[in-house]
């Protein structure tokens, strides 16, 4: 089974610092996804990456930044956080081609206070 | 993609099936249904998709009505840990290589009770 590892499950960090949220699969999957989930709000799409060092913005791209320089890594960049980006992140990664459904990560909490 | 509405809440007693419906009825020629679930704090999980033709695997089953716009998810025999948000979810499969993104309604609360 694909496996897509976040690393850390729980996260607080300070308003204003610089947070790094790494997932990594252990398969060759072309696409990685960036996630978040809020209550009410669903799950929304900040940034993919269907390639090494590609990447496309998805719906809510602001204040967040994506790195992809190996394709089992794909890193989201929170450059200044702020209390409005606590939330659940999710990263998920999809072969490329046909019908192949989504695998997820169990998730990281990250609480900015 | 076309647009789901499922039931928000369902119970199902231990050890009976657990049918949850979807309404797709602006689905096109091209677009599968697919089906997630999400156990609370964790990420969603991939159960089964399907086109036309009714499937199953090991975990559930899936009914796709003939003018499709409409199916159900079935849990043969619910246990206390299928107690998830269930997501169905209408979308083109990606050909390209590009990829697209996968958008997830509200869902359906299932309670598996005891």
Request: proline share 3%; with cysteine.
């Amino acid at each position: 089974d694909v496996k897509v590892t976040q690393s850390s499950r729980y996260l607080v960090k300070r308003t204003g610092e610089k947070v790094f949220l790494e997932c990594v699969q252990d398969m060759d999957h072309e696409n990685m996804f960036w996630y978040r989930q809020d209550p009410g709000l669903g799950l929304r799409l900040i940034y993919f990456s269907y390639d090494v060092k590609m990447k496309e913005k998805g719906d809510i791209p602001e204040g967040y930044s994506v790195s992809r320089e190996k394709k089992e890594r794909f890193s989201l960049i929170l450059e200044s956080a702020s209390t409005n980006q606590t939330s659940m992140y999710l990263c998920a990664n999809k072969r490329t081609g046909g019908d192949y459904g989504y695998t997820f990560g169990s998730g990281t909490r990250l609480t900015v206070v | 993609d076309a647009k789901t509405t499922q039931p928000t809440s369902m119970d199902c007693a231990e050890g009976r099936a657990a049918n949850l419906p979807c309404n797709h009825s602006t689905i096109s020629g091209n677009e599968y249904v697919y089906w997630y679930r999400q156990i609370h704090s964790q990420g969603p999980q991939y159960i089964i998709h399907g086109l036309k033709n009714n499937e199953t695997n090991e975990m559930a089953s899936l009914i796709i009505t003939e003018d499709r716009k409409s199916s159900t998810l079935i849990l043969p025999h619910a246990t206390l840990r299928d107690t998830a948000v269930y997501y169905c979810i209408v979308r083109v499969a990606t050909s390209s290589g590009s990829a697209r993104q996968l958008t997830f309604g509200s869902g359906t609360q299932l309670t598996v009770l005891p």
